[in-house]
């Protein structure tokens, strides 16, 4: 096993070699973005999300390109399967010459590609998955993420949770990574903002497959004070619905992850919830000329406002950008080398991605929901720098390996 391990890290190598030390000649006029995600799973999110993407390349080609070379974004579908993921992050840098790798929504692919780029010796730029081994505990110096992580959102929600002073929680979430890293995050920074709180009961159904019935029956028979809900997409719409219906919402406060963004708060339409404290992301009301620029160019392009996979995108491949123009270069150590530190003008302001883990200092919104004339908004938001949402220094060493 050792031995053929040695010659896949051997022709692995080669590999790299033979793609990071192309002639120069090769593709001199163009950049090459490879972009992998799982487009036909999560169609809500990704299609603005590659909307996103293709209004920067726009606007960087149209400025000139970076460091006067053309970008080219090249994509892939996952079909939602780590395998295939990976398969399609061989042939785009094979057969397609990329000079990076970017994108990815679920966490176990994010976590496969991260995989890859360490293997690989390529740079890779997670833009949406969300858990937080990617920069922790599987972190690698090819791979830095945009998007804040589960780990940062849970924060900034768990002081609006420990502010309702409730005892008796129950939590919902998707089984599998990003679902059950949220749910032990909020397990602990809640148990050490309130000691006596207790965890009456938990549903964890499989990603697109709940049972909202018996999931809502049994979060009801728990009796619980408050709910933890990490569901999104098409389970959640259908959590939604059943407990609308069952009454489990009524006098029953819910802390909600991810259930403000407009990907998935808008399709609920007349049955969206009132209340819910939410992270996600109210296009109509941020007063910033960061954003307002964007929301005006997004919108003159596509004649449909923003979602937040449109910010993930755009920023993404505004990102890149950025780093191979400080890199001067898209050879992988120039540019790994380029993103430590490196600050990018976003729509939500400037991000910074930090030298000790890559992850970037990107913030977020969070609101309640309210049911407006039949459709879900968020109200009284606020923005939450991602840079203040963080564990210690200390604890981030201890968690990621040394490069």
């Known amino acids: 096993m050792t031995h053929r391990r040695q010659i896949w890290r051997a022709a692995a190598a080669s590999m790299a070699f033979a793609v990071v030390g192309m002639p120069q000649a090769f593709g001199a006029d163009v950049i090459k973005i490879g972009e992998i995600n799982s487009y036909k799973a999560q169609p809500q999110f990704l299609e603005p999300y590659k909307k996103g993407m293709e209004l920067a390349v726009e606007e960087i080609n149209a400025a000139g390109g970076i460091n006067g070379k053309k970008v080219e974004l090249i994509t892939r579908d996952d079909n939602a399967n780590p395998g295939d993921a990976v398969r399609a992050a061989e042939e785009l840098i094979s057969r397609e010459k990329v000079d990076v790798l970017t994108g990815t929504f679920l966490s176990h692919i994010g976590l496969a590609v991260t995989d890859f780029a360490k293997q690989k010796k390529t740079f890779f730029l997670a833009a949406e998955p969300l858990t937080d081994k990617i920069v922790w505990e599987d972190g690698n110096k090819y791979t830095y993420r945009l998007r804040p992580s589960t780990y940062m959102q849970v924060a900034m929600l768990v002081p609006e949770a420990v502010k309702m002073n409730k005892k008796r929680w129950a939590v919902v979430y998707p089984n599998y990574e990003y679902g059950q890293s949220a749910v032990a995050t909020f397990k602990k920074l809640m148990k050490a903002a309130q000691p006596d709180i207790e965890f009456v009961a938990e549903q964890a159904p499989p990603l697109g497959k709940v ?81 307002k620029t964007f929301l005006a160019a997004y919108q003159a392009k596509w004649k449909d406002h923003p979602y937040l996979g449109s910010i993930v995108g755009y920023s993404a491949i505004k990102s890149l950008a950025a780093g191979i123009k400080k890199a001067n270069s898209t050879q992988t150590d120039a540019l790994v080398q380029a993103f430590s530190g490196l600050e990018v003008d976003s729509p939500f302001g400037k991000i910074t991605y930090r030298p000790i883990d890559h992850q970037s200092t990107m913030g977020g919104f969070v609101g309640r929901t309210k049911n407006v004339d039949g459709k879900g908004v968020m109200v009284d938001y606020k923005y939450l720098d991602g840079a203040k949402y963080m564990p210690s220094d200390a604890e981030v060493k201890k968690m990621r390996p040394a490069d």
């Open 211 to 291: 049972d909202a019935g018996s999931v809502v029956q049994a979060l009801a028979d728990a009796k619980p004070d408050a709910i933890f809900n990490v569901l999104f997409g098409a389970d959640l719409a259908k959590f939604v619905r059943e407990g609308n219906t069952r009454g489990l919402f009524k006098d029953r406060e819910v802390v909600s992850m991810l259930t403000g963004e407009p990907e998935y708060l808008e399709p609920l339409k007349n049955e969206a919830p009132n209340g819910w404290v939410v992270t996600g992301y109210p296009w109509y009301g941020i007063d910033i000329p960061e954003h």
